[in-house]
T-cell receptor
Framework: DVKVTQSSRYLVKRTGEKVFLECVQD?????MFWYRQDPGLGLRLIYF???????EKGDIPEGYSVSREKKERFSLILESASTNQTSMYLC?????????????FGPGTRLTVT | GQNIDQPTEMTATEGAIVQINCTYQ??????LFWYQQHAGEAPTFLSY??LDGLEEKGRFSSFLSRSKGYSYLLLKELQMKDSASYLC??????????WGAGTKLIIKP
């Protein structure tokens, strides 16, 4: 079974702090994604990566950056956390970019910025 | 941008059948996914349709009409554990997923 793990289930940070969210997958997947999920909205793509050291902006990259130094690990960084970044953050991975491959999700990190 | 529309909430009775509809914009279509998400948990894959028609997988079936930009997820013999949100997602021409807001399904005994 594919396993996607995230470093924390719950996180509370203060405004202005630098925040690191880690994601690791164990199935040698090429693609990794970071989404945020807010009530009443669909999942929104923040960043994605198709290969090591490669990153692409999603729909809402502002205020975020990412790092993919190893194939299995994809990190999301909030350079200076703000209250509007309070959200559920979901990491996902998929085998290839081809359309038929589903995404496997981690359990999510619920981040609260105070 | 592309819009995915699905009902916010539906209620059904244990043992019954429920159909959850999803409409999307048809430009640059590369497939339609359905995911299930229990409260506080990660979404899990249910189905993928890229051709017109009905795909059956146990109690769950998914239908696609590309010309109408329409899909539905059909759940039969509903069980209490089917209470969850059901997410519709279209894969666009860049192989990125465009997600609906999800349909919260409430199952009553």
């Amino acid at each position: 079974d594919v396993k996607v793990t995230q470093s924390s289930r719950y996180l509370v940070k203060r405004t202005g702090e630098k925040v690191f969210l880690e994601c690791v997958q164990d199935m040698d997947h090429e693609n990794m994604f970071w989404y945020r999920q807010d009530p009443g909205l669909g999942l929104r793509l923040i960043y994605f990566s198709y290969d090591v050291k490669m990153k692409e902006k999603g729909d809402i990259p502002e205020g975020y950056s990412v790092s993919r130094e190893k194939k299995e690990r994809f990190s999301l960084i909030l350079e200076s956390a703000s209250t509007n970044q309070t959200s559920m953050y979901l990491c996902a991975s998929s085998l290839q970019a081809d359309s038929s491959y589903e995404q496997y999700f981690g359990p999510g990190t619920r981040l609260t910025v105070t | 941008g592309q819009n995915i529309d699905q009902p916010t909430e539906m209620t059904a009775t244990e043992g019954a059948i429920v159909q959850i509809n999803c409409t999307y914009q048809t430009s640059g279509f590369n497939g339609l996914f359905w995911y299930q998400q229990h409260a506080g948990e990660a979404p899990t894959f249910l189905s993928y349709n890229v051709l017109d028609g009905l795909e059956e997988k146990g109690r769950f079936s998914s239908f696609l009409s590309r010309s109408k930009g329409y899909s539905y997820l059909l759940l039969k013999e509903l069980q209490m554990k089917d209470s969850a949100s059901y997410l519709c997602a279209e894969m666009d021409s860049n192989y990125q997923l465009i997600w609906g807001a999800g349909t919260k399904l409430i199952i009553k005994p």
